[in-house]
């Protein structure tokens, strides 16, 4: 069974305080990893993709990384408008469906 | 691109009656659509899984005679809730993936059903 653990649950940053979230995952075979954002009351919105090891992808102030047993969302000099939870999920040849972490919700405070 | 929408945002019943939610994908043709619920402080629960032109693929434990769905068309599925109940009351998602089963899904913006 596949099973994705997302640390820490809840984080509270000052504006410019970078940091990372953690998704840990264990599954079989791994086909995909995905990261979304999701602000209260809305559905997740899509920002990355990673398919192997060592992969990184950068969209503005995000970066996530990816290795055989985790990945991370980099956060740098966040701002407020980034406050969200932030949500990690797996998709594998066996279960051929996503599995969601809980998700660590992001707080930045001006 | 990739974009989702969901009708309604947000709807309001009485428990017994039905309720259609509605899933697009406004600019890309989705040969899988999926369903979720998330309740609140928790992450998202797949309900179902529907390809185009096919019976869905329920989640054990999903009443598959009290969620109907139907994927129609490339670019349309549908939930309806049958005889909702209070306990029905959640938030609702879809997502839609372009092709295969490995690539991203891009999700709606969610409806919040309310059974009274």
């Known amino acids: 069974e596949d099973q994705v653990t997302q640390s820490p649950e809840a984080l509270r940053l000052q504006e410019g305080e970078s940091s990372s979230l953690n998704c840990s995952y264990t599954?079989?075979?791994?086909?995909?990893l995905f990261w979304y954002r999701q602000d209260p009351g809305k559905g997740p919105e899509f920002l990355f993709t990673?398919?192997?090891a060592g992969e990184e992808k950068e969209k503005e102030r995000l970066k996530a990384t990816l290795t055989k047993k985790e990945s991370f969302l980099h956060i740098t000099a966040p701002k407020p408008e980034d406050s969200a939870t932030y949500l990690c999920?797996?998709?594998?040849?066996?279960?051929?469906?996503?599995?969601f972490g809980s998700g660590t919700q992001l707080t930045v405070l001006p | 691109g990739a974009v989702v929408s969901q009708h309604p945002s947000w709807v309001i019943c009485k428990s017994g009656t039905s309720v259609k939610i509605e899933c697009r994908s406004l600019?890309?043709?989705?040969?899988?659509m999926f369903w979720y619920r998330q309740f609140p402080k928790q992450s998202l629960m797949l309900m179902a899984t529907?390809?185009?032109?096919?019976?869905?693929?329920?989640e054990q434990g999903v009443e598959k005679d009290k969620f109907l769905i139907n994927h129609a068309s490339l670019t349309l599925s549908t939930l309806t809730v049958t005889s909702a109940h209070p306990e029905d009351s959640s938030f609702y998602i879809c997502?839609?993936?372009?092709?295969?089963?490995?690539?991203?899904?891009?999700f709606g913006p969610g409806t919040r059903l309310t059974v009274l």
């Open positions: 599954v079989s075979g791994l086909r995909g």
């Open positions: 529907s390809n185009e032109g096919s019976k869905a693929t329920y």
């Open positions: 990673l398919y192997s």
């Open positions: 999920a797996v998709f594998s040849g066996s279960a051929r469906q996503l599995t």
């Open positions: 997502s839609a993936a372009n092709s295969g089963s490995t690539d991203t899904q891009y």
């Open positions: 600019d890309f043709q989705a040969t899988t």
